[in-house]
Every structure is written in C-alpha cells, then in structure tokens.
C-alpha cells in the first residue's frame, strides 16, 4: 500500500480539523484508505500526517486536486506542506 506523508503548520487545531473532518467523503472517494493525526508536543498547531491510499496514481491525483488547494486554505494551512509519497518497506512490532 502507498502512503502519504503530509508535514505542515495550521493556524488553530480546531478549526483544521473540522474542516479535514467535512472533507472525509471527497478523500475515501480519492482512495484514501486511513489516516493518522500526530503533532509535535512543543507546538499543537505543527502536524504530522500518514494517509494510507488504495494507489499511488489516486494519492497523487489527490494531492494534485483543487479540492486539496482549496481546502488548505479555507482551514488555514499555514505555508507549502512538506509531502512525500512513501511505499511501505517492512512493518515490525518489538
């Protein structure tokens, strides 16, 4: 399964996430097939994002869409996110 790995700043949590909570229908209809929230403990508007996606091409048209651009603003992204496209190597538990 491919992966997206989004890093980017928001200008206030709450109001991020109800926006990234009203756009699940438009990223499951994408391909998106879960997705994990972290964020940095010195900074609770710095987030840390793993989407897991059905393909790379369907992640990719995704991270391309007007839909994204104009979600990121309208939740008040702050910058450009850092985005890598990942492919799970190995998965391992101690």
């Known amino acids: 399964m491919p992966y997206v790995l989004a890093i980017h700043k928001v200008e206030d949590y709450a109001r ?3 926006g990234f909570d009203g756009a699940v229908a438009i990223r499951r209809a994408g391909g998106e097939k879960s997705y994990r929230i972290f964020r940095t403990v010195e900074d609770p508007n710095s987030l840390v994002l793993l989407f897991e996606w059905d393909s790379l091409d369907n992640a990719r048209k995704y991270l391309q869409s007007k839909e994204l651009q104009g979600a990121m603003q309208r939740t008040g992204v702050i ?3 850092d985005i890598y496209l990942l492919e ?3 998965k391992g538990s101690a």
Do not use: I, S, V, Y
Request: neutral net charge; charged residues 45%.
């Open 79 to 81: 910058g450009r996110p």
């Open 88 to 90: 799970e190597l190995e």
């Open 16 to 18: 991020w996430k109800a």
